[in-house]
């Protein structure tokens, strides 16, 4: 089946609507409508960070603009600048253009109230294990304060690992991942949040390079993609690491090291958490055994599983 022909900005049919805007806009209002009618008009994928082209278009504008990502109203009447606009425009035709995630395009991403440095090197941090690291996982783990040690696997950017440190301020956290590229972005985020003295950074195969070490909590978002789906994704994901995206036929490649090895590294008194996106039909079928505990997330509850140490030791044998 051929592919859907992109709407190109510069071509000759679309050029002329580019070249108005470049007179007739003159308000925030404008520039805003504007670019919502042309990210619909070019039918783009949304789903890192945002769902739909307005509350895109709003957040390129407003960062392009240096304003509060969290106010628009008091400025949708303000004039701009040409220059100002020209940024505008820029960014916007690249959106279309390119099919660039936001988050390349700005350089970062958010998880709540906390910005993270993001560029192609990771996936645009999306995870609903921050969610549940607000209420520093409570019920499952009883008194934040005593928690010594995390484990954050396929750690990329370096966000939960983070996130898990301001939840767990006695712990030490370490943060893996395979790729030496994804490491050098948590690094930077690590320095950005001043956390150099409690986040460790580990380059490792998933678990392999951690020898004996034991940790109250293991979070993990792994990669889940499965095969047919990965041959399926929107040109945004693809500006992503397939390396961070794909895990075998069915998704679970990964799922089933972290269950296998995860015992040996937890103590008894020890949590594991791991992000599946929407498959828990296909974890549950796959592991019939586990008895996986999906607390609710903003996306429902099966995006995210728990396990303790004895549930885990005892359907894994080990």
């Not at 484990?151 to 991942?177: K, Q, R």
């Not at 678990?207 to 499965?226: E, F, M």
């Amino acid at each position: 089946m051929a592919k859907p022909k992109h709407y190109d900005p510069e071509s000759t049919q679309n050029k002329g609507l580019w070249d108005l805007a470049e007179d007739e806009l003159v308000t925030v209002r404008d520039l805003l409508r504007f670019g919502v009618s042309r990210f619909n008009e070019a039918k783009l994928f949304f789903g890192h960070g945002s769902t739909n082209a307005y509350d895109e278009a709003v957040y390129l504008l407003l960062h392009t603009l240096h304003l509060p990502i969290d106010q628009l109203d008091p400025w949708l009447d303000a004039r701009i600048l040409e220059a100002e606009r020209d940024l505008v425009l820029s960014i916007y035709k690249r959106r279309v253009k390119e099919r660039l995630p936001a988050a390349y395009l700005t350089n970062e991403a958010w998880l709540g109230e906390h910005k993270f440095y993001v560029d192609k090197r990771v996936i645009v941090p999306r995870s609903y294990i921050a969610e549940l690291l607000r209420d520093d996982l409570q019920p499952w783990v009883q008194d934040a304060d005593s928690v010594e040690g995390v484990l954050d696997l396929c750690t990329g950017s370096g966000c939960l690992a983070i996130l898990a440190a301001m939840s767990f301020p006695n712990a030490v956290v370490e943060a893996v991942d395979l790729s030496p590229d994804a490491l050098d972005v948590a690094r930077r985020n690590i320095q950005d949040y001043h956390l150099e003295g409690r986040v460790k950074l580990i380059e490792s195969d998933m678990n392999k390079a951690l020898k004996n070490r034991k940790y109250d909590i293991i979070i993990s978002n792994p990669p889940y993609v499965t095969e047919e789906s990965m041959g399926a994704l929107p040109d945004e994901y693809r500006h992503e690491p397939m390396m961070a995206l794909a895990s075998g036929e069915d998704g679970l490649d990964h799922v089933r090291v972290i269950l296998e090895n995860t015992p040996k590294h937890l103590k008894d008194d020890g949590v594991l958490i791991v992000e599946v996106g929407h498959a828990r039909e296909r974890v549950e079928e796959a592991f019939p055994n586990v008895p996986f505990v999906w607390p609710e997330t903003s996306a429902g509850d099966g995006v995210v599983f728990l396990l303790n140490k004895a549930e885990l030791s005892e359907s894994v044998g080990r």
